[in-house]
């Protein structure tokens, strides 16, 4: 893939909605997030997470540049935001449903006349740790993939006490000598095929009994903040902290 427009996203988007397509002056956008320490030093107990947005009507070369993106909000605090990310981006998103439904009135400089502008944004980018921020999948536990989902394979080490994960094999060709390799994995012979990629139907199912409620943690009565249920190692119900308020744009 050379640009996303190469991209399986890109084309399916194109797909359902030919009519976006048509007018090239429509706007794509891409948004990355990710947390970092601005004062440089790592006992600084402080967290940033700037909001970008990536406009990808730029020429190739363009769109990436740090002149091209948008900056468009900072979180700032103490801490990272975790679930309470979804109420600072509550303002994006609802000028995201304006581009879409509603459009907006833009001067073509170019032509010098006015033309309805629509955007939509395909997709977020971020690192393993900011990806369970953003869509609220828990990537600490034992089933941190979430393209596997519940069907990862994890096994907790003896001393070490953090979570393993093996089958990753799984994703090489048919007949690969990995496949049929126990010494140098796990000891298993690996036959399954990849992961099936799940729909949005799937995931909404998923989330179909999660109830968050946003904003700080009350304190309890000892002065401590109240802990929340630990996932068992075979309970799968804790996986999904919260829906995602990216689910509700309208595309």
């Known amino acids: 893939m050379r640009h996303p427009r190469d991209s399986e996203a890109w084309e399916t988007f194109d797909s359902l909605h030919d009519w976006f397509v048509k007018d090239p002056r429509n ?18 107990n402080y967290s940033v997470w700037p909001v970008v947005l990536i406009p ?10 740090p002149t091209s993106l948008i900056l468009s909000m900072i979180i700032p605090g103490a801490k990272m935001p975790g679930n309470n990310i979804d109420v600072y981006l509550q303002p994006l998103i609802e000028e995201l449903k304006e581009l879409w439904h509603d459009r907006v009135q833009t001067l073509n400089r170019f032509k010098n006349e006015m033309f309805t502008l629509r955007a939509a944004l395909m997709w977020t980018i971020s690192d393993f740790s900011g990806l369970g921020t953003l869509i609220g999948w828990d990537v600490h536990s034992k089933c941190a993939c979430p393209t596997c989902n519940f069907n990862t394979d994890s096994c907790r080490l003896k001393h070490g006490g953090k979570w393993c994960f093996m089958g990753g094999h799984r994703f090489s060709e048919r007949g690969h000598k990995f496949r049929l390799s126990r010494a140098k994995f ?41 802990r929340g249920k630990n996932v068992e190692e075979d309970d799968e119900s804790g996986m999904w902290r919260k829906k995602c308020i990216f689910f509700d744009l309208p595309y």
């Open 27 to 44: 706007v794509r956008l891409g948004l990355g997030s990710d947390g970092f320490n601005p004062f440089g030093a790592m006992r600084t």
């Open 56 to 65: 990808y009507n730029r020429l190739p070369w363009e769109c990436m540049k």
């Open 186 to 226: 796990n000891g298993k012979v690996e036959l399954r095929d990849p992961p099936t990629i799940l729909t949005w139907s799937e995931i909404l199912e998923q989330l179909g009994g999660i109830n968050v409620s946003f904003g700080k943690e009350l304190q309890s009565s000892k002065g401590k903040r109240p």
